[in-house]
C-alpha cells in the first residue's frame, strides 16, 4: 500500500515536498515513480528513481526544477518540487513497480497511490 501526502495550495514559484509512505518491508526492491494527472488531461510521467536511488528519470518539463529521491530505511519516497508553475497544477500519484527498470509508462506500475493534490496559483 502507498500514501501520497504533502500536496497543497502554492503560488508560482513556490516550492513543495510529496511523500509517498509504503506498507512494505521489501521498498528497497521497488522502483518508484512518480506521475501527474492534470484536469482533462492524460496521466504523464514525472519522475522515477531505482532500488537505491542511484539513477533518477525526468520528463523534459520538470527537469531541474524536481527532485526524487528515497529512504529505504523509512520505505518512503520523495518528490521536491520547486519554482512551481501554474501548469505544474495536478494530482500527483506515487507508483511502484517490481520491473527494474524505470519507465514512463504508467501501465507497468505494479501499486498506486491514491494522489495528492497540487495547485499552484500565478
Known amino acids: 500500500q502507498l500514501q501520497a501526502s504533502g500536496g497543497g495550495l502554492v503560488q508560482a514559484g513556490g516550492s513543495l515536498r510529496l511523500s509517498c509512505a509504503a506498507s512494505?518491508?521489501?521498498?528497497?526492491?521497488?522502483?518508484m515513480g512518480w506521475f501527474r494527472q492534470a484536469p482533462g488531461k492524460e496521466r504523464e510521467f514525472v519522475a522515477g528513481?531505482?532500488?537505491?536511488?542511484?539513477?533518477?528519470d525526468y520528463a523534459a518539463s520538470v527537469e531541474g526544477r524536481f527532485t526524487i529521491s528515497r529512504d529505504n530505511v523509512k520505505s518512503t519516497a520523495y518528490l521536491q518540487m520547486n519554482s512551481l508553475k501554474p501548469e505544474d497544477t495536478a494530482l500527483y500519484y506515487c507508483?511502484?513497480?517490481?520491473?527494474?527498470?524505470?519507465?514512463?509508462?504508467?501501465?507497468?506500475?505494479?501499486?498506486w497511490g491514491q494522489g495528492t493534490l497540487v495547485t499552484v496559483s500565478s
Open positions: 507508483a511502484a513497480k517490481r520491473d527494474p527498470t524505470i519507465s514512463g509508462n504508467h501501465e507497468s506500475y505494479d501499486y
Open positions: 512494505t518491508d521489501t521498498f528497497s526492491f521497488y522502483i
Open positions: 528513481i531505482s532500488y537505491a536511488g542511484v539513477t533518477t
